[in-house]
């Protein structure tokens, strides 16, 4: 079978999603486990897990943890390194976001962070997300999100060109409404903004396409340059993102 955008583009950079800080040190982490209390008997399902992170996060307070994603290498990635960390309930396979192979009611926690702008459909993987948590059970969601407009699309069409397997980040309200219509009772969300070092994010690239990208970030109208707040910091140079974050009831 040949492989999709997002298996090409992940598969070449897995090893990197380990050790990634914005990935393996994020704000979002300790939000996730103080918000969602996990208890020792809890069956956790963390979907397009790349580097692991939040399946790390959760093994150490709950029953079994399913790291989930298409990219076999991250699995591989994800499977080594929960080995190492002593993680025994963490478990690896494939699964595709919007197709789960997982029963009905099967879950007391599904969780997905910093994905979902990768998925063909986000209602189709909302569904899927409904179908297997237990009744009453969470859902825990970290996303890049993007102001409304054209500032939103700018920055879109930025991180696209960084990775074109970047579909598209969706606003807080797009999320907001696709939580109700999927019938999953949104308990709290927040925004949490993060500091992006351009020298890492970029790295894969050659000068030409880097020079593009900081282009792009610099010679910018007003109200980008408000979102994206590039800056020049210690050698480097820096540019801010933000997560929503939503914790949501399967009623
Ligand atoms: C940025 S990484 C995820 C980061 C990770 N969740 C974390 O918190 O560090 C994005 C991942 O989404 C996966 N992915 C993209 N589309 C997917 C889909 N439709 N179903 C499952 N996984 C998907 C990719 O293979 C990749 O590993």
Redesign the pocket.
């Known amino acids: 079978m040949s492989k999709t955008l997002?298996?090409e583009q992940?598969g070449k950079t897995a090893a990197s999603?380990v050790t990634s800080k914005p990935?393996a040190k994020g704000k979002s982490l300790e939000r996730l486990v103080a918000l969602t209390q996990p208890q020792n008997d809890w069956r956790v399902l963390?979907?397009?897990?790349?580097?692991g992170?939040?399946a790390y996060t959760f093994a150490p307070h709950v029953a079994r943890v399913w790291a989930?994603?298409?990219?076999q290498e991250?699995l591989d990635q994800v499977k080594a390194e929960a080995h190492k960390r002593g993680l025994a309930n963490v478990r690896t396979t494939y699964?595709?976001?919007?197709a789960l192979p997982f029963e009905d009611d099967s879950f007391d926690l599904v969780s997905?962070?910093?994905?979902p702008h990768?998925?063909?459909s986000i209602p189709q993987f909302l569904s899927e997300v409904r179908r297997v948590l237990k009744p009453g059970a969470l859902f825990a969601l970290v996303d890049n999100v993007v102001p409304a407009g054209s500032v939103g699309d700018y920055v879109n069409a930025f991180e696209r060109l960084r990775d074109p397997?970047h579909l598209r980040a969706w606003t807080i309200q797009e999320w907001r409404d696709a939580l109700k219509a999927a019938k999953l009772a949104t308990e709290h969300e927040e925004q949490i903004y993060k500091t992006m070092e351009f020298s890492s994010w970029a790295q894969r690239y050659d000068d030409t396409m880097k020079a593009l990208l900081r282009a792009m970030l610099t010679q910018v109208t007003p109200d980008v340059k408000e979102t994206l707040d590039p800056k020049d910091a210690n050698g480097d140079f820096t540019f801010r993102l933000c997560e929503g974050l939503f914790i949501a009831r399967k009623a």
Request: a negative charge.
């Open positions: 997002v298996q992940f999603y990935h963390d979907v397009a897990t790349g580097g992170h939040v989930t994603d298409i990219t991250m699964a595709k976001a919007e997905c962070r910093i994905a990768h998925f063909e397997s």
